[in-house]
């Protein structure tokens, strides 16, 4: 094992992305003894313009029975026109096929909290000044329609 003393700490303010899987996988890594689960799968989606850049999407994960949705995304001068409804029925849709009884998601009040209202998320905390003058929203969907064990009766 290595002396505390002997590892350097180091901020960065541009991280390498495969450091930070390295992170997400050991957290990971640690959480699934610690509670059993191991269904931990990523998803991503993604508006592609017809070249195939990616100008907007969702990304997320699910485990345990939750679906996070970590990000989702569409430019400016392309809200209001489905494509935010598109993703969003779209991480339902994931989150319904893996079985999950909830959406997670987190946003700030200068964001789309209204957007996610309509479609059945709920405030279930805040931060109040992050960023200043703002609220950190965290929101939550049940999903009450997840696909029941079907019972099999004794013959």
């Known amino acids: 094992m290595t002396k505390l003393g002997?590892?350097?700490?180091?901020v960065e303010t541009e991280p390498d992305p495969e450091n930070i899987r390295l992170l997400e996988?050991?957290?990971y890594d640690f959480n699934v003894p610690a509670t059993g689960i191991a269904d931990g799968k990523l998803f991503a989606l993604f508006l592609r313009e017809t070249d195939g850049t990616v100008v907007g999407g969702a990304y997320g994960w699910s485990w345990g029975g939750t679906c996070y949705l970590r990000d989702l995304f569409v430019p400016g001068d392309m809200r209001k026109q489905g494509h935010g409804t598109r993703l969003l029925q779209a991480v339902e849709q994931e989150a319904r096929a893996r079985q999950c009884d909830?959406?997670?998601?987190e946003t700030h009040?200068?964001?789309a909290p209204e957007f996610y209202r309509k479609f059945g998320f709920e405030v279930t905390g805040s931060v109040e000044?992050?960023?200043r003058g703002h609220q950190y929203l965290t929101l939550v969907k049940p999903l009450l329609c997840a696909q029941p064990v079907p019972r099999v009766e004794p013959k």
């Open 25 to 27: 996988k050991r957290l």
């Open 129 to 131: 000044g992050y960023p």
């Open 102 to 105: 909830q959406i997670v998601l």
């Open 109 to 111: 009040d200068l964001q």
């Open 6 to 10: 002997t590892l350097a700490l180091i």
